[in-house]
């Protein structure tokens, strides 16, 4: 590594389908633009690290998402609606050419974005390692700081 | 127009994937070789100049054709 590279820190927290994008896209734009970046996924930001990503979105509590129709908040605590929600997301996103969460990270991965995995919160909800990418790596608070500490820009999500 | 030794259509693209995409390409090319992008994305006319200046490749031309974003970078 270059010694003057810029260095990106993140810290994703976040598992919706709406919050998976910016750890991803900035990783990603980061990498291209020389920057050595890494990515810190705690709490719910490990569910960004499953191979098989099953992320959602909803309106409920999030009164911004803009929606095709006013819908009451108590219609959208219905069973299906935030399938539903999440169906018409993936679909918007798809016709306005904006990559799909999968194709970010694997551009990520490819770009050599060094993914970490929170240990403790592996430990706390059980995950099974298995179910998560390869090339990740496993640490904590201090693991963060060894590499945070040295950043130009540093971002929790 | 600058004589080109590569093209790359990104139109229908959103952000980030222009950017993504030509710096993936520039890696596969030779120092001073130009390559030609074209964009739909209104964004990557910023975009495309911030990288430019961020990578040291130089951005040679950037053109709209027709709603099309036409660019032209250099590899360092």
Redesign the interface.
């Known amino acids: 590594m270059m010694s003057d590279e810029k260095k990106l820190a993140i810290i994703a927290t976040k598992g919706s389908l709406d919050w998976g994008y910016p750890p991803f896209?900035l990783a990603?734009?980061a990498a291209?633009?020389?920057y050595e970046t890494q990515i810190f996924f705690t709490f719910y930001g490990l569910a960004l690290l499953k191979k098989k990503l099953d992320l959602q979105v909803t309106s409920l509590g999030n009164p911004a998402m803009p929606m095709p129709m006013p819908v009451p908040v108590i219609m959208q605590t219905l069973p299906g609606m935030q399938a539903m929600m999440t169906s018409m997301m993936k679909k918007k996103m798809k016709s306005?050419?904006?990559?799909s969460l999968e194709e970010?990270r694997e551009?990520s991965i490819?770009?050599e974005v060094k993914m970490v995995a929170c240990q403790m919160t592996v430990d706390l909800f059980e995950f099974d390692t298995k179910e998560f990418i390869d090339g990740i790596e496993y640490g904590g608070a201090a693991t963060f700081f060894e590499f945070a500490g040295e950043s130009d820009i540093c971002l929790y999500i | 127009m600058p004589d080109f030794a590569k093209e790359l259509d990104a139109s229908g693209l959103n952000c980030p994937l222009p950017i993504l995409r030509a710096k993936k390409t520039l890696n596969g090319m030779e120092s001073g070789q130009i390559l030609r992008i074209i964009a739909t994305d209104p964004g990557s006319v910023k975009d495309f100049d911030a990288f430019a200046n961020q990578t040291g490749n130089e951005l040679l031309e950037s053109t709209e054709e027709g709603g099309k974003y036409v660019f032209f970078i250099k590899r360092k």
């Open positions: 896209i990603s734009t291209a633009l020389g306005k050419g904006v990559a970010l551009l490819e770009a």
